[in-house]
């Protein structure tokens, strides 16, 4: 009996602490980017999700090398993200949300593990509601 109270104390611990640290390893902290800026030292080295408007002037991508750059804006701040792998397919329409995942380099450039866009709002008031689906 003492070592089945044993074993299940040992397993309760082992989970405790695999979830706890799959938990804290993996959170990460998501914010605007005019939260951001001001506090970018801050979160040296470390993965944060960032969160803000793609500036569409800034948008180039180079595809022989894959890689994207845009300028990630909100609350009168800025932040210049370069991001490695193909682009998003809503990248470049207007008033486009994004959240991008990554750490900041020594430069002071976002280098974006992961770049998701929000979807084109399909939203519509009310009083246009009933006109778009039956035309009432």
Known sequence: KVRLVAGTIAILAALGYLGYSGIHNFAEYMMPVSEFV???ALYDNQTVRLTGNVYPASVSYDAAKAILRFRLDGGGKAVPVEYHGSVPDNMLQPANHAVVT???DGAGVFQ????LMSCPSTYKAAGSAAAAVGGR
């Open 38 to 40: 001001p506090r970018e």
């Open 102 to 104: 990554g750490k900041l």
């Open 112 to 115: 974006a593990s992961q770049v």
